[in-house]
């Protein structure tokens, strides 16, 4: 992996995991650990998508299937939490 290919898989995250963290208020981690939620979200959301049958291309597509997937790690983190 490129410098240039791990900055852009970081700033997909690191966009993905504000936005998962703007839709659960009140459960940010941080900038740090929203970078962390957006990358597993990213690996999350790549593996699980294309499963369902959603490809989604493209930057755009790279950066809603980060944020689905960080949605449901967020989801997930929530409710291991809670227990």
Same mark, same amino acid.
């Given at each position: 992996?490129?410098?240039? =290919?791990? @900055? #852009?898989?970081? /700033? #997909?995250?690191? @966009?993905?995991?504000?936005?998962?963290?703007?839709?659960?208020? &009140?459960?940010?981690?941080? +900038? @740090?650990?929203? *970078? %962390?939620?957006?990358?597993?979200?990213?690996?999350?959301?790549?593996? %699980? +998508?294309?499963?369902?049958? /959603?490809?989604?291309?493209?930057?755009? &597509?790279? #950066? *809603? =299937?980060?944020?689905?997937?960080? %949605? #449901? /790690?967020?989801?997930?983190?929530?409710? *291991?939490?809670?227990?």
């Amino acid at each position: 992996m490129s410098v240039e =290919s791990l @900055v #852009i898989f970081l /700033l #997909i995250g690191l @966009v993905a995991g504000w936005l998962a963290g703007q839709v659960f208020k &009140g459960y940010g981690f941080g +900038l @740090v650990g929203n *970078i %962390l939620v957006g990358v597993g979200g990213a690996f999350l959301g790549g593996f %699980l +998508l294309p499963k369902v049958g /959603l490809h989604i291309a493209g930057i755009l &597509g790279s #950066i *809603i =299937s980060a944020f689905i997937g960080a %949605l #449901i /790690l967020l989801a997930v983190l929530r409710l *291991i939490k809670r227990v």
